[in-house]
């Protein structure tokens, strides 16, 4: 069972308005990831990190930025929420295969932006 | 980069059926081809993975072959039951500094 939690499930918010979506993950993984999923299903890249200190930018251009200063925790923040930032954010954390990531996702955040 | 093509993007069964999803991709380095399936309400999980040296996998009533030449692979449900609705993601990955590459998603639904 993968322990990887996202806080909160549901925000509701008005138009301008700071907010920090919060992920936690017990397990010790180095990366870490946020995406955003469009009704449409698809998962969008928007910001990843490698490990403590480090941040990069995903697929998509996102106006949220993140920190990663503690290894369990990769928060995101949206300075000034829009209507256009309605959508599912999803974090992950990965755990190296070898040859590749097997990634633990949270139960993800709805955000709904009036 | 990496790109991953996923179809079809809608697919209804009737319960006992069998379904197949299939993935494309275009990097040949890509090594960990991994299966999620997100039910409603919840982020995906993974449910299968094969790596580039392996041609079948199989668990249970799933199962996942690759075929490298052709670079694809395939997901394959056999007996579905109404719990298989779900939407899921196959995903291509390489390892070291990386990120896995998903497909758009196939929405699964399952009829009783």
């Known amino acids: 069972e993968a322990d990887i939690y996202q806080t909160p499930r549901y925000l509701v918010i008005g138009t301008g308005k700071k907010i920090t979506l919060e992920c936690s993950q017990t397990?010790?993984?180095?990366?870490m990831y946020w995406y955003q999923q469009d009704p449409g299903m698809e998962l969008h890249l928007i910001h990843y990190?490698?490990?403590?200190?480090?941040?990069e930018k995903g697929d998509l251009s996102s106006e949220s930025t993140v920190s990663r200063i503690r290894t369990e925790h990769f928060p995101l923040t949206l300075e000034s929420a829009r209507p256009s930032h309605t959508s599912q954010y999803l974090c992950?954390?990965?755990?190296?295969?070898?040859?590749?990531?097997?990634?633990?996702f949270g139960s993800g955040t709805q955000l709904s932006v009036l | 980069g990496e790109n991953v093509e996923q179809h079809p993007s809608t697919l209804s069964v009737q319960e006992g059926d069998s379904a197949v999803i299939k993935c494309t991709y275009s990097?040949?380095?890509?090594?960990?081809f991994p299966w999620y399936k997100q039910e409603l309400g919840k982020g995906p999980q993974l449910i299968i993975d094969?790596?580039?040296?392996?041609g079948e996998k199989k668990d249970q009533r799933i199962a996942v072959t690759l075929n490298k030449t052709a670079k694809h692979f395939s997901l394959h449900i056999t007996e579905t039951q109404p719990e298989d609705s779900a939407v899921y993601f196959c995903?291509?990955?390489?390892?070291?500094?990386?990120?896995?590459?998903f497909g758009r998603g196939t929405s699964l639904i399952v009829h009783p």
């Open positions: 995903a291509a990955s390489k390892g070291g500094s990386y990120i896995p590459t």
């Open positions: 094969i790596r580039s040296n392996v």
């Open positions: 992950a954390s990965s755990s190296p295969q070898g040859a590749g990531e097997k990634l633990f």
């Open positions: 990097d040949s380095a890509s090594n960990y």
């Open positions: 397990m010790g993984h180095d990366k």
């Open positions: 990190s490698y490990g403590v200190n480090s941040t």
